[in-house]
């Protein structure tokens, strides 16, 4: 499975966007798919997953009710909407698939296959 992530930009504290991570490959949907996000000089951190078949969705404290997850599988994308921004939510953020990630899902380790990531700058 590739991943591409795209959607990043520069946006103000109040504002929104929403990030796209197409994938290639026919097995998209047996993937359950997470977003992770990394500030420079900070570790890798969990934003969010969905389960394969987009029935199941999972979030980081420091961004439920703000972000939602989910996925289009006949488009072989995962989407995350980015609303209430803030500018502690600054990073490259990053999509990532894997299989029976279960209670792994917010560790990068449980995932097989990572996007480039994208530059999400939130000004103040």
């Known amino acids: 499975v590739q991943l591409q992530a795209s959607g990043g930009g520069l946006v103000q504290a109040g504002g929104s966007l929403r990030l796209s991570c197409a994938a290639s490959g026919r097995t998209f949907s047996s993937y359950e798919m997470g977003w992770f996000r990394q500030a420079p000089g900070k570790e890798r951190e969990f934003v969010a997953a969905i389960s394969w078949s987009g029935g199941s969705t999972y979030y980081a404290d420091s961004v439920k009710g703000r972000f939602t997850i989910s996925r289009d599988n006949a488009k072989n994308t995962v989407y995350l909407q980015m609303n209430t921004l803030k500018p502690e939510d600054t990073a490259v953020y990053y999509c990532?698939?894997?299989?029976?990630?279960?209670?792994?899902?917010?560790?990068?380790?449980?995932?097989?296959?990572w996007g480039q990531g994208t530059l999400v700058t939130v000004s103040s």
């Open positions: 990532a698939a894997g299989r029976g990630v279960a209670s792994t899902r917010s560790t990068p380790r449980a995932y097989n296959y």
